[in-house]
């Protein structure tokens, strides 16, 4: 089955702090190498007093790595820094093949990567790592860029048995990753509707440039989601720029199941925030994903249409309105959460869905100040989650780059001891935290690449806001 991840926009924001794309900054990374090391060289680097890293070393390590870009390619030349437990420093530079091999390392060590890319804001580092054999995304990574193609896809929709205010979608997919859909609309007293999908698509460098074959799928629904019209068709492959009218389509009435009563579980959120809650209809084959149902409220009881291999997914949002700029539009204030399902069974009668605040901030607070002699950045703890910090220099525009922990504190020397230093004046600050089992796992090889579709129950949380380095 075809499937979509619900929030792959939210996991990391890299650029999008500052409100503009991030310049070059000059590199401050400690030990910077003066030479060109060999494909897999590691050169150790002499401690320079406390880097920060977690006391407590235990029996020494070796680091085998590897560094791959979005669509999971090693990413040769990547430069890595290692911290270890004993504060020594260690560089690296990714082979060809993406690996790279550090010796001798006490943990938890922490550990940076800087981009390829050469954009700064992208740089990302990992506090308090016991895994041997990390593997790391390098985002800023050059991806050669798929073909982007689209095509348009024409029907007329009829309505036998359908009572009036009854909504319609018409949504496309392919397997190459391609999808389209039809504005939701809603027909009252019509006996048919003309709808135009345009399916766009991708292919690799070199590879044909048609879609594969296009599934079509036609939904109707009465205004209170208990009764459904279904059809599916397949249009075949379409061509680039190329029109295919598939003529007059008549979705068939489907059984329901339900009732199915969803509960959101959102105490820790304060009532001012507004709440969002939306089901999702995942189609077997090549279908598409379908945006069955949404409403403002915690709770929803509703009916999903008996489509064989179908599965559904709930997702639920909580935010304030952002508080922006009013002569830059860059943010000030942001805060909101989201927590999604695992693909479940059309039969779940009941799902229950917990989202969360999130932790507030002790140091420093919203529109607040940080001295540059203080210990750090500090937030509540939140166990079992990994928290990741974004920081933005609003002076010269530059992301400073993303820092993850399990811990409630980034230490302003450790950050140094990465090369990462807050220089006086505005910043932006993002505390992103996820329910994660550990630090170690999100850096498992094992696990899933990163544009994995893989529907996966999610939960987040995000608060950003601007504050003041002094000395």
Not at 6 to 15: E, K, P, Q, R
Not at 48 to 77: C, F, H, L, M
Request: proline share 9%; glycine share 10%; net charge negative.
């Amino acid at each position: 089955m075809r499937t979509f991840t619900l929030f792959g926009a939210v996991a990391f924001f890299v650029v999008g702090c500052s409100g503009a794309e991030p310049r070059a900054a000059d590199a401050q990374d400690a030990g910077t190498l003066d030479r060109a090391p060999g494909p897999d060289e590691v050169l150790p680097v002499e401690a320079s007093g406390d880097a920060g890293a977690v006391p407590a070393p235990r029996e020494s390590i070796n680091i085998d790595g590897t560094v791959i870009d979005y669509v999971g390619q090693p990413v040769a030349g990547a430069r890595l820094l290692v911290v270890d437990a004993r504060g020594t420093k260690t560089e690296a530079l990714a082979g060809a093949s993406g690996a790279f091999h550090v010796t001798n390392v006490s943990p938890p060590y922490d550990l940076k990567l800087s981009s390829v890319g050469g954009r700064e804001g992208l740089d990302r580092a990992f506090l308090g790592l016991m895994r041997g054999n990390p593997r790391v995304v390098d985002y800023g990574a050059t991806v050669t860029p798929p073909a982007r193609f689209k095509a348009s896809v024409s029907l007329s929709v009829s309505f036998p048995g359908c009572p009036q205010n009854c909504s319609l979608q018409v949504w496309t997919g392919s397997a190459n990753g391609g999808y389209g859909r039809s504005p939701l609309s809603f027909v009252s007293a019509a006996t048919s509707a003309a709808v135009t999908v345009e399916h766009e698509w991708s292919t690799p460098p070199g590879a044909p440039t048609g879609s594969g074959n296009v599934g079509l799928d036609v939904l109707v629904a009465n205004q209170a989601y208990t009764s459904f019209w279904y059809a599916h068709l397949d249009t075949g492959t379409l061509q680039p720029n190329g029109t295919l009218n598939m003529g007059s389509v008549t979705p068939q009435p489907v059984g329901t199941f339900g009732p199915t009563t969803i509960i959101t579980h959102d105490a820790t959120i304060p009532s001012e925030w507004r709440k969002d809650l939306q089901v999702f209809l995942f189609l077997p084959g090549v279908g598409a994903p379908m945006y069955l149902q949404r409403v403002n409220a915690s709770t929803l009881v509703t009916f999903l249409p008996n489509i064989p291999g179908a599965t559904f997914s709930v997702g639920a949002w909580r935010s304030l309105p952002d508080v922006r700029d009013p002569v830059t539009g860059a943010p000030l204030l942001s805060r909101r959460s989201n927590a999604s399902t695992d693909a479940m069974p059309l039969s779940a009668a009941t799902v229950p869905l917990t989202i969360e605040k999130g932790p507030e901030p002790l140091r420093p607070t919203p529109s607040g100040t940080l001295s540059r002699g203080s210990s750090g950045i500090a937030w509540q703890p939140a166990p079992g989650r990994l928290a990741t910090i974004s920081l933005v220099d609003r002076v010269e525009n530059v992301n400073i780059g993303m820092i993850t922990t399990s811990g409630s504190e980034l230490r302003l020397d450790r950050l140094a001891g990465l090369g990462m230093t807050l220089r006086e004046g505005r910043h932006y600050l993002s505390l992103q935290t996820s329910r994660a089992p550990s630090l170690d796992d999100t850096l498992d090889p094992a696990g899933p690449l990163p544009n994995s579709t893989a529907i996966k129950a999610f939960d987040w949380t995000e608060l950003g806001f601007t504050f003041d380095v002094t000395p």
